[in-house]
Nanobody
């Protein structure tokens, strides 16, 4: 049974930092593209960042320069370091896996998702 478990969310003041983790079990992430998405209340789940099997990364324009995605294949875990947080970053953050290389922004092509972790930024 495949499981993705996010952790590390919480309440933080604007300008602060959080580090999210996504621990996978039931599959090896080493050959997969791993993505982080977020969903604010009443809005769609949108792409935040992705890391490919070889380690290259891509980011949404809204988080570029502030967020960093990384992976530790030995721990079967993906991370999202979030710095300079602002109110607009408030959302539930989800990690997912996909075998797709090029369409990493398309949430419909992700095979597995975690349950999400809430990030709330106070202004």
């Amino acid at each position: 049974q495949v499981q993705l478990v996010e952790s590390g969310g919480g309440l933080v003041q604007a300008g602060g930092s959080l580090r999210l983790s996504c621990a996978a079990s039931g599959l090896s992430i080493s050959g997969l593209t791993m993505g982080w998405f977020r969903q604010a209340p009443g809005k769609e789940r949108i792409f935040v960042a992705a890391i490919f099997w070889a380690g290259s990364t891509v980011y949404a324009d809204s988080v570029k320069g502030r967020f960093t995605i990384s992976r530790d294949n030995a721990k079967n875990t993906v991370y999202l370091q979030m710095n300079s947080l602002n109110f607009e970053d408030t959302a539930v953050y989800y990690c997912g896996t996909t075998r797709t290389g090029g369409a990493y922004r398309n949430r419909n092509l992700y095979d597995y998702w975690g349950q999400g972790t809430q990030v709330t930024v106070s202004s």
